[in-house]
């Protein structure tokens, strides 16, 4: 064969060859510093490790047998120290430390107690010393005899007494001679749990009743007319206002009331009005429905119309309802007589309308001109002029014991749990406990986190209402201790059916052993729950009226009670100020708190590789038990979802404040990671800042609407390492579009 002359000479070395890698996927700077680093280990193969984890991707976390310090830090962590809380190095990937107990095991531990922003406030002696409970300001009076010296009908002070009421409470004592006697309109203001139902129940009854004695032989039945219509802005209220107005009734069988609700069957509702009924209490919505929908309901016979908890009837949006029904009442003539023929003498010759309220703003006031005409203005405590004041200072029940605990955010979990767990281990002191949430999405993981799932089995006093209470009633793990072996767990929000809500609420309240309700807002008003002793406001309400109501839930008709508050260090801590003015306040330690919540055996209910050992320091314990949680997140894709969802949810429900509150709840100083990992995350997920943004802006040009607004899964531990400033204004643009029109979603539930 014949020589070309041509000579390929290739020098391989004695090294293995290397081969070139292409990295796709993910942003291009985590693409660049990975081919830089995988560039430099080719090049400097005998170099120390440090070189390579100094290129770490911010995605990538630190485990076992890697102590290199040198990793770059999320920005959130800046944006965070710019903030002005101390923090001088990003907790998110630095917070994590190898186990020395755990041999080849590559877990992370999460650090909980390392760069948490400082408390500022200062306790003062006050809050030092041991709370004295002071005189009820809403018990029953002592220097009544009962209820027979308002000059009640026999018949219903012996319904009293059955019930296990035998004296008025003040607001009782001014309300019932007023519409007794007279036939004005009235604004009914009084602290909650003081018994504004029965204030206005009892002198309509009173009344209807002296129709059946007048002598003339006629008879009032169920079929003599509609006397009142109680309008309640929750079908909770409403189904307890008519559940109070049965008891009293039922001496006296001719008297037939009903409530319309939402949610439930408007067919059966229709039947039951034209079959006839004398009282009616109802939502807005429905009754302004039946109003447009239903001939056979007949209000010529009307005497009273009752507006309840009139603040929240406008915080709903209910204005136009209760104006179609307003406007109505008025449009239709008094009836004299009844069809039957029986005289309505003894009743007011014109309607009246009595609106109530336990707190006093704008908008109650709005109502109250649009419903009333020269109204009496009835309260426990008068101004100097006997007219509504709208600086009056609204105040819990006295004898309610009222604390707080400043909490870091990556604490917020193990806190809640730890005292739940204390609360609980001390037997005989705690039958139920509330916990207020921000919004649904909420209120679900945390039930999920807290429930029992090896227990499928309902309580016995829950069975035979099975189907409905599923889901919403389980038996408690973590905070259950040898005092209490059994804690009840519950849910409620205004995202279930109201069939599954009145049988959740239903079971709370009859549950004989100790019980905790999960719930939002749709919770905080007029609900009279017996027998409950701890309020927790695990997220402060939206406004201060919201937290008076919230925590009105205790220490009603002069009973003791507690309400505990949580609050993150930083800007929250001026809220308590504002509430100090309303009355005083007492200071918790999270450290104590997690001290003695957790000085007995943790008890998982799922097995995880973080177990706690005896002899451990408190704070030991605290990180295993947040490294479970955040262990059973990842092997649980469906309690991952809740948990995602419901940082999500807490970050927008934060900016829904009131506008006045907003410079204590500032969205633009939560650090994003540091609230992920009160919900079990180790990461803050996507969608929250720029992220969303970013890919708004890329496919803004995208013809599928689905496309614009789908967001990918990956972007979890991303999407939160934003640049600081664009970060910091889109998170306050959002802010603001949230405060503008989206604040009712949440207070709702």
């Known amino acids: ?404 605990i400043i909490v870091p955010s990556k604490l917020r979990l193990v806190t809640l749990t730890s005292y739940l767990k204390s609360v609980f281990s001390r037997r005989g002191r705690t039958m139920k406990a509330i916990v207020f949430m921000s919004c649904a999405d909420t209120v679900d993981f945390h039930y999920e986190m807290l429930r029992d799932p090896t227990e499928t089995e309902l309580p016995a006093a829950s069975q035979k209402d099975k189907e409905l209470l599923e889901k919403t009633v389980s038996k408690a793990a973590y905070i259950t201790s040898p005092a209490s072996p059994d804690v009840i767990l519950h849910r409620m929000h205004g995202s279930l059916s109201q069939p599954i809500r009145t049988a959740t609420l239903k079971s709370f309240s009859a549950c004989k052993s100790p019980s905790l309700l999960i719930t939002t807002d749709v919770s905080s008003r007029g609900l009279d729950i017996p027998s409950v002793d701890l309020v927790i406001e695990y997220d402060p309400a939206f406004s201060f009226a919201d937290h008076i109501h919230r925590v009105g839930r205790t220490a009603r008709a002069g009973r003791p009670g507690d309400a505990t508050l949580f609050l993150l260090p930083g800007t929250e801590e001026g809220y308590i100020e504002l509430l100090k003015s309303s009355t005083p306040l007492s200071s918790q330690s999270y450290e104590g708190i997690l001290k003695t919540g957790l000085m007995n055996k943790l008890e998982f209910p799922v097995e995880t590789s973080a177990t706690p050992t005896d002899g451990q320091s408190y704070h030991d314990k605290a990180e295993s038990l947040q490294l479970h949680f955040e262990q059973r997140l990842i092997n649980d894709n469906k309690r991952l979802e809740l948990a995602r969802n419901g940082f999500k949810s807490h970050i927008r429900a934060y900016a829904t404040h009131v506008r006045e509150e907003r410079v204590y709840f500032d969205i633009t100083q939560l650090h994003l990671g540091h609230v992920a990992k009160s919900f079990g995350l180790r990461d803050p997920p996507g969608g929250i800042g720029a992220g969303i943004d970013r890919k708004a802006n890329k496919k803004k040009g995208s013809a599928n609407p689905k496309d614009r607004h789908s967001s990918s899964k990956d972007d979890d531990t991303s999407s939160a390492a934003v640049d600081q400033r664009p970060a910091m204004d889109i998170i306050k643009q959002k802010s603001m579009m949230l405060m503008s029109g989206a604040a009712d979603e949440f207070n709702i539930g």
């Open 1 to 404: 064969m014949a020589d070309d002359g041509m000579l390929l000479n290739f020098e391989l070395g004695s090294g293995p060859l290397q081969t070139q890698i292409k990295y796709k996927g993910g942003r291009w700077r985590d693409r660049k510093r990975a081919e830089r680093s995988a560039n430099l280990r080719h090049s400097c193969p005998s170099s120390d490790k440090t070189q390579d984890d100094s290129f770490r991707s911010s995605k990538r976390q630190r485990v076992n047998r890697d102590t290199s310090g040198n990793h770059p830090s999320y920005r959130s962590a800046s944006r965070y120290d710019r903030s002005g809380h101390g923090a001088t190095e990003n907790d998110s990937s630095d917070q994590r430390k190898s186990d020395p107990t755990a041999k080849g095991n590559r877990q992370v531990i999460s650090r909980l107690f390392s760069f948490n922003p400082a408390q500022t406030t200062e306790i003062t002696k006050e809050e030092e010393e041991e709370w004295k409970a002071p005189q009820p300001t809403n018990a029953p009076l002592t220097d009544v005899a009962n209820f027979g010296s308002l000059t009640l009908s026999t018949r219903l002070v012996d319904a009293l007494a059955k019930m296990n009421l035998e004296r008025p409470t003040a607001i009782q004592q001014k309300v019932i001679p007023h519409m007794l006697s007279n036939n004005g309109d009235a604004f009914v203001q009084a602290e909650t749990g003081s018994g504004k139902t029965f204030s206005y129940l009892l002198p309509i009854l009173h009344r209807v009743l002296m129709l059946s004695s007048q002598g003339d032989g006629k008879q009032i039945h169920r079929d003599s007319g509609i006397f009142a219509i109680v309008v309640s802005p929750t079908r909770e209220l409403a189904k307890q206002t008519h559940t109070v107005l049965e008891q009293l009734i039922r001496p006296f069988p001719w008297l037939v009331s009903t409530a319309i609700t939402g949610g439930e069957s408007k067919k059966a509702e229709k039947a039951r009005i034209r079959k006839g009924v004398n009282f009616l209490v109802a939502t807005p919505g429905r009754l302004a429905d039946h109003i447009d929908n239903t001939k056979a309901l007949n209000m010529g016979t009307v005497r009273w119309l009752i507006l309840d908890e009139g603040d929240r009837l406008m915080d709903l949006g209910f204005e136009e309802d209760l104006k179609k029904t307003i406007d109505a009442l008025k449009k239709v003539s008094v009836a004299k007589t009844t069809e039957n023929g029986t005289s309505l003498e003894s009743l007011p010759e014109r309607r009246v309308t009595v609106l109530c309220s336990a707190t006093m703003k704008m908008n109650v006031q709005k109502l109250g001109e649009m419903s009333l005409a020269d109204a009496t203005f009835l309260a426990t405590e008068k101004s100097d002029d006997d007219k509504i004041n709208e600086d009056v200072v609204h105040k819990a029940p006295a004898q309610l014991h009222q604390t707080y």
